[in-house]
């Protein structure tokens, strides 16, 4: 019931862009990303429902492709301040209960 | 003051010992819940409370149990800790739509 992350790891130089994967092979109701730099706590990014939508947070977008169950992370012009581990969570049928399960995470370096 | 509080931050405990690890929460919020975090195989949810009277099961809640006291706080407990629990704990809450607010995290070792 994992979702799918992929990459597991990249790294980038400053101001290459970067696309994260995250799929799931169950009907979802929402993708939710979050980011975890390294000794924190994961910070939510966004959240997108059902319905193809596209969001966009500072240079960070995201997509979610309902009928492949799969929504891809953009990061445009990286900067430093990018890298940590990228996670998505996958939630359910909204009748049900609607708990978030998260993927194994992508781990993103920027380096100069 | 941070809205997601955890205690202890670190611990470092023996095989067999029972634990105790605390969350406290002042969003207001009616969800909690308990993850573990493994290198590599990210958050992995261990229970979930919808409301006080509501504790769900996660995806790995063997060896695990939990008490909500109150709708700020979320107890989780080890009855006999084992090795293989050595892990980073996050405590977090969510909003009605479902964006979560994890807390700092309890650094867990078993010896």
């Known amino acids: 019931q994992q979702p799918v992350q992929s990459p597991q790891a990249v790294i980038l130089r400053e101001g290459e862009d970067a696309v994260i994967n995250c799929s799931s092979s169950k009907a979802l109701y929402s993708v939710h990303w979050y980011r975890q730099k390294h000794g924190e706590a994961p910070v939510f990014l966004m959240i997108?429902?059902?319905?193809?939508e596209q969001k966009g947070h500072e240079k960070i977008s995201a997509s979610f492709n309902e009928k492949k169950q799969q929504s891809s992370l953009y990061l445009t012009a990286s900067q430093l301040s990018y890298s940590g581990t990228y996670f998505c969570g996958t939630e359910l049928e909204k009748t049900s209960y609607d708990k978030v399960i998260f993927g194994p995470g992508t781990s993103l370096s920027v380096i100069p | 003051d941070a809205d997601v509080t955890q205690t202890p931050r670190n611990r470092i405990t023996k095989t067999g010992k029972r634990i105790m690890l605390e969350c406290s929460q002042t969003?207001?919020?009616?969800?909690m819940y308990w993850y573990r975090q493994d290198p590599g195989l990210g958050l992995r949810l261990i229970y979930y409370?919808?409301?006080?009277?509501?504790?769900n099961k996660g995806e790995i809640s063997d060896g695990y149990s939990v008490s909500r006291q109150a709708q700020a706080k979320f107890s989780l407990s080890l009855e006999s800790a084992i090795p293989n629990q050595t892990a980073l704990y996050f405590c977090?809450?969510?909003?009605?739509?479902?964006?979560?607010?994890f807390g700092p995290g309890t650094r867990l070792t078993v010896l």
């Open positions: 969003k207001g919020h009616d969800r």
């Open positions: 409370s919808f409301d006080v009277k509501d504790i």
């Open positions: 977090a809450t969510s909003d009605p739509n479902n964006e979560q607010f």
């Open positions: 997108l429902l059902k319905g193809g």
